[in-house]
């Protein structure tokens, strides 16, 4: 009786140990029906051969070899990789249902922010309440409501770049940091270093320094998570992270409250969701995350747009000479373009189309995650299965762009040629809500931009040359965008210079209104521009 027991156990012991060597022998291989992809190690698949920088480099360079649809293994866990717009159509468009989800991570959604960060939640019930509030706010009609205001914030941009056209950088991203501050808590941010834009970009800059160590480790290695805190960091850096968000909404927040008594509005989206909370329905946690998520997708993404585009303008003389031949006989010299003026102004369109093929501010989107088996090509998409779409590839594919590393705007003007699209604000059920804002804000930057302003290289004041730009000089983080790069605006005439002031003198009331309550270190520096126009 004894003995059979211990020879039980032993058998079990064995099985078990068979069964963790050939499970272990597994990890990293590539299991039969997958898209086919690199060559995988043992244990870690092709973890090793991903560059810890530029990593969409070589996910490029493998849709050169492998095609359509890839697969690549982290470890046991795999990432199918879409290439062609075919294979993006059917997986991510037809096959939404069951790609809607994101893929464990860890840190940020549950840790962190505990599902209710659309971004990063794949909780039912939280992404459709989540998606609804965003499509009434920033559908494609209601975003029409806000180019008020985006112009209005652009004319201070023009004023700023025409008297000192080095603020160039700093000055297209404190605009879409303010406009994401104005449409959330109806508060502006008329200078970048204030305290809350600062708060904000301090954060910011935490969460990238998350997402490069430990966000993945986390997700890889789930035993990290309950070591204890002393042993590990990684929590004490989240937990200053949130406490600084924390701040942030919170200061925010109180302006809104301070604003309510008042009893003046900008019917911005947290005063709106006030006035009607059975309407929305949204828990503390997500009155802290919806508007924080708004910051942090929109600010950011849409000011590295709108920096690529100006980096790849510099110097193209070609390029810059139509654009404002465009706009000097559609527009003239004594207003300034607006939204409604772009279907007249196809070349700055085709501007920005070229722009986002080339430099997507998000190279391979964000990451979906199968919830369900899927077929495509005779291949196995697994339930599990992270999924990217290779925007970047898409992009720069010579069949369907020839040239492709070519800033060519013209290729979009050709009515015979139908492009293929390249999602650069995702697809699927998931893609970017925020796109109409987006592309409205977008849309007026540049066109005011090229109308008001020759983009030269800048020359060195010591040596008289000039000073060429890398247009591959990216920094990485969660967005791509260019570095802190040399330009010179050259404002056009002096009747574009009059015209510049006399538009902000009239986007002045508007701007007025959400300046309630601002720090008054900010409210100096308005008085101050407004002196001088
Ligand atoms: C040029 C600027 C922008 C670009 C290129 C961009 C791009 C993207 C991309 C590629 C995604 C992922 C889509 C997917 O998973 O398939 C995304 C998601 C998202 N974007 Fe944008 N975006 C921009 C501006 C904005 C703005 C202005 C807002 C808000 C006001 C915003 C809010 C969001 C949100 C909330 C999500 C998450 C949606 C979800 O997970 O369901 N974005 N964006
Ligand atoms: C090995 O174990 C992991 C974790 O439990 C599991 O997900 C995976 O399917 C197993 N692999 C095989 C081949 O049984
Ligand atoms: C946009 O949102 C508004 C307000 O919620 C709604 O009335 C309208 O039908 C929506 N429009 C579209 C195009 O979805």
């Known amino acids: ?42 244990l870690v698949g092709n973890i090793l051969e991903i560059p810890p920088k530029r990593a969409f480099h070589k996910l490029v360079e493998w849709a050169r070899e492998y095609g359509e649809i890839y697969s690549i293994k982290f470890g046991h866990k795999t990432t199918v990789v879409l290439n062609s717009p075919t294979a993006v159509q059917a997986v991510m468009e037809k096959g939404s249902r069951v790609t809607q989800d994101r893929p464990t991570m860890w840190l940020f959604d549950q840790y962190l922010y505990d599902h209710d960060h659309l971004i990063f939640s794949s909780v039912p019930h939280k992404v459709n309440q989540l998606r609804r509030v965003f499509a009434t706010f920033l559908n494609q009609t209601t975003a029409q409501k806000y180019v008020p205001i985006q112009e209005a914030e652009s004319c201070q941009l023009l004023y700023e770049i025409m008297v000192g056209p080095d603020s160039f950088f700093t000055g297209v991203k404190r605009l879409t940091i303010s406009l994401m501050f104005s449409l959330s808590y109806g508060v502006r941010a008329p200078k970048i270093d204030s305290p809350l834009p600062s708060l904000f970009y301090e954060a910011v800059d935490m969460i990238n320094e998350l997402l490069a160590d430990v966000s993945a480790l986390l997700d890889f290695v789930p035993l990290l998570r309950i070591l204890p805190g002393w042993m590990v960091n990684w929590r004490k850096r989240t937990d200053r992270m949130n406490a600084q968000e924390k701040r942030l909404t919170s200061e925010l927040m109180e302006g809104v409250f301070a604003r309510r008594k008042s009893d003046t509005s900008t019917n911005s989206f947290m005063e709106q969701i006030l006035d009607n909370p059975e309407e929305f329905g949204l828990s503390d946690n997500m009155m802290h995350t919806l508007p924080l998520l708004i910051l942090q997708a929109g600010a950011d993404t849409t000011a590295c747009a709108i920096l690529s585009v100006l980096l790849l303008l510099v110097g193209q003389d070609e390029v810059l000479k139509n654009a404002h031949a465009e706009l000097d006989s559609v ?53 599990g299965a992270t999924i990217m779409v290779n925007t970047w590839a898409l992009g720069h594919d010579p069949q369907n762009f020839p040239d492709p590393e070519r800033f060519f705007p013209e290729r979009w003007l050709d009515p015979s040629v139908e492009h293929a699209d390249t999602w650069p604000f995702g697809v699927g059920r998931r893609v970017c809500p925020g796109m109409y804002l987006a592309k409205n804000s977008v849309a007026i930057v540049i066109s005011r931009l090229l109308w008001a302003f020759d983009i030269k290289k800048k020359v060195d004041p010591s040596a008289g040359n000039p000073i060429e730009v890398d247009t591959l000089d990216y920094a990485e983080g969660i967005v791509l965008c260019p570095n802190k790069f040399e330009a010179d605006f050259v404002l056009r005439s002096k009747e574009h210079g009059d015209t510049i002031k006399h538009e902000l003198r009239g986007a002045i009331p508007l701007l007025e209104t ?20």
Do not use: C
């Open 514 to 533: 959400y300046e309630f309550g601002m720090a008054q270190s900010d409210l100096e520096y308005v008085e101050q521009m407004r002196r001088a126009v």
């Open 331 to 383: 527009i003239g010299r004594d207003r300034l373009p607006t939204v409604a003026d772009m279907e007249h102004l196809p070349y700055i369109g085709a501007i920005i189309k070229e722009s986002e093929r080339l430099r997507p501010t998000n190279p391979l989107g964000f990451p979906h995650a199968a919830s369900e088996d899927q077929m495509y090509g005779g291949y196995l998409v697994p339930a």
């Open 1 to 42: 009786m004894h003995s059979t027991f211990v020879l039980m156990l032993d058998l079990l012991a064995a099985s078990v140990g068979a069964w963790l060597v050939y499970n272990i022998s597994t990890y990293g291989r590539r299991e039969k029906g997958l898209p086919p992809g690199p060559p995988t190690s043992f």
